[in-house]
């Protein structure tokens, strides 16, 4: 079965850790660049993080800068977001996203992405 797993998410306070994950089942990441992007109620999905597969080359949505690091280890067919220092604004459920096999950073929009997973809650709340 093709599908994208989130996990790892849940309640943490300010300031606080977590690491998501994104596992591939049935297709290779490899072959293409993923994105996490995020959710808040009331609000359009966002951009937050994307990883090309060319290149190694990332983007990080200016709120998560020097907190949030993406990785992905293609052995496991998994990508991580590492998120550090984390503020209530960071609540959301989170997505892990493929794109349509350009391999390519591009701008890390929801609209360059075409597989999804079922997303994963993130609270930051004290």
Same mark, same amino acid.
């Given at each position: 079965? &093709?599908?994208?797993?989130? $996990?790892?998410? !849940? ?5 606080? +850790? ?6 591939? /089942? ?21 951009? &937050?993080?994307?990883?090309? $597969?060319?290149? !190694? ?5 200016? +709120? ?6 993406? /990785? ?55």
């Amino acid at each position: 079965q &093709v599908q994208l797993v989130e $996990s790892g998410g !849940g309640l943490v306070q300010p300031g606080g +850790s977590l690491r998501l994950s994104c596992a591939a /089942s049935g297709f290779t990441l490899d072959y293409y660049a993923i994105g996490w992007f995020r959710q808040a109620p009331g609000k359009e999905r966002e951009g &937050v993080s994307c990883i090309s $597969s060319s290149d !190694g080359s990332t983007y990080y949505t200016d +709120s998560v800068k020097g907190r949030f690091t993406i /990785s992905r280890d293609n052995a496991k067919n998994t990508v991580y977001l590492q998120m550090n220092s984390l503020k209530p604004e960071d609540t959301a459920v989170y997505y892990c996203a493929t794109d349509n096999g350009s391999r390519l950073l591009r701008l890390c929009l929801p609209y360059e992405y075409n597989r999804w997973g079922q997303g994963t809650q993130v609270t930051v709340s004290s």
